[in-house]
T-cell receptor, first 111, second 112 residues
Framework: DQQVKQNSPSLSVQEGRISILNCDYT??????FLWYKKYPAEGPTFLIS?????DKNEDGRFTVFLNKSAKHLSLHIVPSQPGDSAVYFC??????????FGAGTRLTVKP | DTGVSQDPRHKITKRGQNVTFRCDPI?????LYWYRQTLGQGPEFLTY????????KSRLLSDRFSAERPKGSFSTLEIQRTEQGDSAMYLC??????????FGPGTRLTVL
């Protein structure tokens, strides 16, 4: 069962513009959400997280928004840079236990 | 370097053979996780340990799979009688308390 879904397998944006990656979840028990970035031949690297008690968390160029009623979260990258090109995974957990991941979105930032 | 390490990075084996992977977590992390990732998918949870205790196992973890963390430090994941469907990237992650998980580089298994 796919509890975390990333419906866009790929996204291409121009350098300097905003990248918006989306994620939907089905399990209402999830209370902690994370975004990971993955380069080829490396393990996923933690990017940013948000607790279900918040609706926004910002860290530099990265902002995560959480809409609990819609069971939807998004990652905004502004401005996008070529080095941001990677696969981005959305993940969710309940009570900080094991995580469930989406299938990933491949972001390409064109110079 | 104090990150999560995994060994080997690559493993090619013939169907029916047994394989064992090792994960060394970040030293102060009490939780250790194993995931499997296939092409085009996100990591799928397999099992996790808190110290030496295995607290949860996914239904993906068939009887051919066994994981241990005998001293609450490194962990091993063994696959017996490998099948072609076991070919995947096996990822290990660790964390302390309620913080994010830190991943190792993974072990890529190819079963011929």
């Amino acid at each position: 069962d796919q509890q975390v879904k990333q419906n866009s397998p790929s996204l291409s944006v121009q350098e300097g513009r905003i990248s918006i990656l989306n994620c939907d979840y089905t399990n209402s028990m999830f209370d902690y959400f994370l975004w990971y970035k993955k380069y080829p031949a490396e393990g996923p690297t933690f990017l940013i997280s948000i607790s279900s008690i918040k609706d926004k968390n910002e860290d530099g160029r990265f902002t995560v928004f959480l809409n609990k009623s819609a069971k939807h979260l998004s990652l905004h990258i502004v401005p996008s840079q070529p080095g941001d090109s990677a696969v981005y995974f959305c993940a969710a957990s309940a009570s900080h236990n094991d995580m469930r991941f989406g299938a990933g979105t491949r972001l390409t930032v064109k110079p | 370097d104090t990150g999560v390490s995994q060994d080997p990075r690559h493993k090619i084996t013939k169907r029916g053979q047994n394989v064992t992977f090792r994960c060394d977590p970040i030293s102060e992390h009490n939780r250790l996780y194993w995931y499997r990732q296939t092409l085009g998918q996100g990591p799928e949870f397999l099992t996790y340990f808190q110290n030496e205790a295995q607290l949860e196992k996914s239904r993906l973890l068939s009887d051919r799979f066994s994981a241990e963390r005998p001293k609450g430090s490194f962990s091993t994941l063994e696959i017996q009688r490998t099948e072609q469907g076991d070919s995947a990237m096996y990822l290990c992650a660790s964390k302390a308390g309620e913080h994010e998980q830190f991943f190792g580089p993974g072990t890529r298994l190819t079963v011929l």
